[in-house]
């Protein structure tokens, strides 16, 4: 075959050109993303066989630190691209495994010489600092390098994306309120490894500009913003996605001595760029630099508010944040929060450990002991090791982290969780939530945490208020979006509840929160079909699997089916954290009701979590008329 048919490929009513790294449906040409190609090129290639997910991750993103939802959501925008339907598939998942491309490939016997597809030039500026002119950009200067043009795939992702939030208000409709996104910095420094600097460095700036004026001014939470890492979403697109009037771009590159780090801001309504600047210093003032380019950032901003001149604002920009004055513990404390919003056990155990070496730095920095307590604190409730050994530490952490500076959001939700989950303090956890939310009213996840307090307590219109103030600030967080379907079914609203999840899922088909609400739901409907279709869908063969199978199994009368996955269930080694929360789904739905008392009144002598959502959960509503079980409430502090 010739060089120039080797590299095309030929689908239905696709040709693929990897040369030119083309896709075109009946000659016209569909735009992806680099990543979406790559990922669509491998399958492709590989057609018929099933692609692992590390042979994905391991191509598409060499060397790089990414997460799993990555490729989720890549995937997602292939198949949006190539308009797959129910009736038209191209992509299989292969439950536990990977993807695999079932349309048949051929190569076509001629083809003319690969189209030349223009590339965007992209013009390096060297700026100390510039005072741009409100006008919109040309079409071919309009982005800066950090983020190119706009891409229909990407588009029809966050369209899908914002589906979730249907109630997200408008920011039309809010006269005054202004809405900021800070975009991913960018990494050119060319390693890969330094990814969590430039991360860490937008998580920092949305934490400053949070401080501006929240009455006013609502900045973006760090999980949807995220979303445009390495994107070629457009400003007018990310505008329309995430409901702002403003955005920042950025980028970082450093060395072993020297930083630069430039920024602008832009408007999104005419794309006007209303301010710019390049900083270049030693890494030894990178905290001030930081707090240099917030207030100047605030400056616009405020006049944009109020009509003052930036420089009669200059006095009230940002305030400076208590912290360290050691370089290399904010270094590490950025590394912290880099694995910790991963999400994972590796990820929790790395973050656990730069938090610390933060700490041997610098013994005296609050931020640091904040992001152990988030670490210890979500370890215990995610199960990820004993609560009797994670919650005391995360108290620890979390106290000292006040004692230092009283004002640090994080703490004080953290410290919420605890006395939530680990006390059964109700009146202390609402106190702290609500000091977390007065000191940072921006901080998206104390708003989530505090919805789900509300929730468990069955004050469920204050919870979905609480939930869509989480979403408005994180309005593409899928565990937000999730947590927001747990209160819709804690609330008995299950068609809702599985809307929810179902519209979760189509983002992240393996976001296993979601299919557990969804699962729930279905059993308490009496789907029990559709209930054990999602439980086959969703995880791969274990404890949640069989807790879920011996529930409707149970619940559906096919008792042989039920006994098979709680036998395997009961085999679990009792030093298994999760065995206690897995025991329960099964034996509520098996109806074994002694077994299910026993089980809570163990649960609440070791302090577990399990016991959060007793009051509410419709799981349990076989064992409320048991004296014991109301006994219970009282003393987990849920019944007055």
Partial sequence: MSSVTSNLYKFADFRLDARTRGLRRDGTSVPLTPKAFDVLLLLVQNAGRTVTKDELMKSVWPDSFVEESNLTQTIFMVRKALEETSERRYILNVQGQGYRFVVPITKPEKLGPPEEVPMPSHKAESVQEIQLQSRPPRASSRRSAIIASVTVA????????????????????????????????????????????????????????????????????????????????????????????????????????????????????????????????????????????????ANEIEFSLSGRRPIEAAQQGVAPVPGTKSYEAFDLYLKGRYFWNRRTGEGFRQAADYFEQAINKDPNYGRAYAGLADTFSLMSTWYMG????????????????????????????????????????????????????????????????YAEFLSWEGRFEEALAESERARQLDPLSLIIASDHASILYYSRQYDSAVKQCRSVLELDSHFNHAWAVMISAYLQMGKYDEAIEGINNSVEEGPWTWAGKAAVYGRSGHTKEARLALAKLEQLPESQVYRTAALLIAYSGTGQKERVIDLLQQAYSDHSNTLMQIKVDPMYDPVRSDPRFNGLLRRAGLEK
């Avoid at 703490?411 to 109700?426: K, M, R």
Wanted: no cysteine.
């Fill in 154 to 297: 990407l588009v029809l992702t966050l369209t899908s994306a914002i589906s979730l939030w249907h109630s997200r208000s408008n920011p039309g409709e809010q006269p005054g309120k202004i809405m900021l996104a800070v975009l991913p910095f960018e990494n050119f420094t060319g390693d890969p490894a330094q990814e969590y600097f430039s991360d860490g460095l937008t998580e920092e700036m949305i934490s400053q500009l949070g401080n501006v004026d929240p009455a006013r001014l609502r900045v973006i939470a760090r999980t949807s913003v995220m979303t445009y890492k390495h994107s070629q979403a457009s400003v007018p697109q990310i505008g329309k996605d995430l409901g702002v009037q403003y955005v920042i771009e950025g980028s970082v590159r450093r060395d072993s001595e020297r930083v630069r780090i430039t920024a602008q801001l832009i408007q999104v309504k005419d794309q006007s760029h209303l301010w710019a600047r390049e900083y270049d210093r030693d890494l030894g003032h990178l905290l001030e630099l930081q707090d240099e380019i917030g207030r100047a950032v």
């Fill in 386 to 449: 004993p609560q009797n050994e994670l919650m005391p530490k995360a108290r620890q952490a979390a106290l000292r982290a006040l004692q230092l500076d009283n004002s640090l959001a994080e703490a004080h939700a953290s410290l919420g969780l605890i006395e939530e989950n680990y006390d059964y303090d109700w009146k202390g956890a609402e106190k702290e939530f609500r000091q977390a939310i007065q000191f940072d009213p921006q901080y998206a996840t104390a708003h989530q945490w």
